[in-house]
């Protein structure tokens, strides 16, 4: 099964920062710059749920509990996603997912990258 491989969680503290990245498999390096792609997120116990997602055309969207906080980007070129996280926050703690074509049952999701943030 195809995926889109993520890295860059961690454990932190309250009010610092992660980089997460997302990148593309070979085998859909050539439809990836159209695709939207989005970042989602699940808590233990709770539904996923749509962090962000950036457009083709680099138009955003965050779920309000990020705005002003999360900041998220592409660079086609590289076939990668990014997301930063600033000024976290314990109810940042979950499973960051990546997703490349709007989450539906034919898009591709990534394995899964985990943050902590504790004290």
């Known amino acids: 099964q195809v995926r889109l491989v993520e890295s860059g969680g961690g454990l932190v503290q309250p009010g610092e920062s992660l980089r997460l990245s997302c990148q593309a498999p070979?085998?859909?390096?050539?439809?990836?710059?159209?695709?939207?792609v989005g970042w989602y997120r699940q808590a233990p116990g709770k539904q996923r749920e749509l962090v962000a997602e950036?457009?083709?055309?680099?138009?955003?969207t965050y779920a309000d509990s990020v705005k002003d906080r999360f900041t998220i980007r592409r660079d086609n070129s590289r076939k990668t996603v990014y997301l930063q996280l600033t000024n976290l926050k314990s109810e940042d703690t979950a499973v960051y997912y990546c997703n490349a074509g709007g989450g539906g049952p034919s898009s591709t999701w990534g394995q899964g990258t985990q943050v902590t943030v504790s004290s």
């Open positions: 070979r085998s859909i390096l050539s439809t990836f710059a159209p695709l939207t």
């Open positions: 950036i457009t083709s055309n680099s138009r955003t």
